[in-house]
């Protein structure tokens, strides 16, 4: 039955793990590790306490493994892996069916900002690696900074960064109000993963944030 109460903010499958964006959830996940080319899917949902509710119900259906669950009062977010496409699929389809909702009803991801910063200064690219959990930005890198709303979205943004060009991933922020990804490397392959990112980022089909389902 469906909870209108429930917001479907973020739903999103991942089919294939990038080696660095696995790589970099290791580093955050405080569930169990994905590895290079697994299948995800990726939920967030409003109220954040409901998560534990459909984290049961994703274990329970079918033959994945949770690599995050992160809860606040506003925002859940729960992230399930498996070397199975059709078992990750299965999972966020089996929180659809007990939402009652469908995938077209998740919000559409809205970008709001995107910078980028050409030949990076020393000091500017120490700050941010004092704070990142990926990989270094060095001096002379163009950096790309890009934050999205609803904040699940940063995940497959990030991924899909990875699987565009040869980049670094800096750091991601997939949880929370809005999200945040950091790339950087050589100024082409930058340009490249910005353009196809932010392509298939407005590509993604749903409900305009702010909107609810019916």
Same mark, same amino acid.
């Given at each position: 039955?469906?909870?209108? %109460?429930?917001?479907?903010?973020?739903?999103?499958?991942?089919?294939? #793990?990038?080696?660095?964006?696995a790589s970099f959830m290791a580093t955050t996940s405080r569930g169990y590790y994905p590895v290079?080319?697994?299948?995800?899917?990726? $939920?967030?949902?409003?109220?954040?306490?409901?998560?534990?509710?459909?984290?049961?119900?994703? &274990?329970?259906?079918?033959? $994945?493994?949770?690599?995050?669950?992160? $809860?606040? %009062?506003?925002?859940?977010? #729960?992230?399930?892996?498996?070397?199975?496409?059709?078992?990750?699929?299965?999972?966020?389809?089996?929180?659809? %069916?007990?939402?009652?909702?469908?995938?077209?009803?998740?919000?559409?991801?809205?970008i709001l900002t995107s910078q980028l910063i050409k030949n990076i200064s020393d000091h500017h690219?120490?700050?941010? +690696?004092?704070? %990142?959990?990926?990989?270094?930005?060095?001096?002379?890198?163009?950096?790309?900074?890009?934050?999205?709303?609803?904040?699940?979205?940063?995940?497959?943004?990030?991924?899909?960064?990875?699987?565009?060009?040869?980049? +670094?991933?800096? +750091? *991601?922020?997939?949880?929370?109000?809005?999200?945040?990804?950091?790339?950087?490397?050589?100024?082409?392959? *930058? &340009?490249?993963?910005?353009?196809? $990112?932010?392509?298939?980022?407005?590509?993604?089909?749903?409900?305009?944030?702010?909107?609810?389902?019916?």
């Amino acid at each position: 039955m469906a909870e209108e %109460r429930i917001d479907l903010r973020t739903y999103i499958f991942l089919d294939s #793990l990038q080696y660095q964006m696995a790589s970099f959830m290791a580093t955050t996940s405080r569930g169990y590790y994905p590895v290079a080319l697994q299948a995800c899917m990726i $939920v967030e949902i409003s109220p954040g306490i409901e998560i534990n509710r459909f984290t049961d119900i994703a &274990l329970k259906a079918t033959n $994945v493994t949770p690599g995050i669950q992160f $809860v606040e %009062r506003l925002f859940g977010l #729960l992230e399930v892996h498996s070397d199975s496409q059709a078992d990750a699929r299965q999972a966020g389809a089996a929180i659809l %069916r007990e939402l009652g909702r469908s995938e077209e009803e998740r919000m559409k991801p809205r970008i709001l900002t995107s910078q980028l910063i050409k030949n990076i200064s020393d000091h500017h690219a120490q700050l941010i +690696n004092k704070i %990142r959990y990926g990989n270094m930005v060095l001096r002379g890198d163009t950096l790309y900074v890009l934050e999205i709303e609803p904040s699940g979205y940063a995940y497959f943004a990030a991924n899909e960064a990875e699987k565009a060009s040869h980049i +670094n991933i800096i +750091n *991601v922020q997939g949880v929370g109000r809005f999200g945040r990804v950091y790339i950087a490397g050589e100024e082409a392959e *930058v &340009l490249v993963s910005k353009e196809i $990112v932010e392509s298939r980022l407005k590509s993604l089909a749903g409900r305009e944030p702010g909107g609810q389902a019916e």
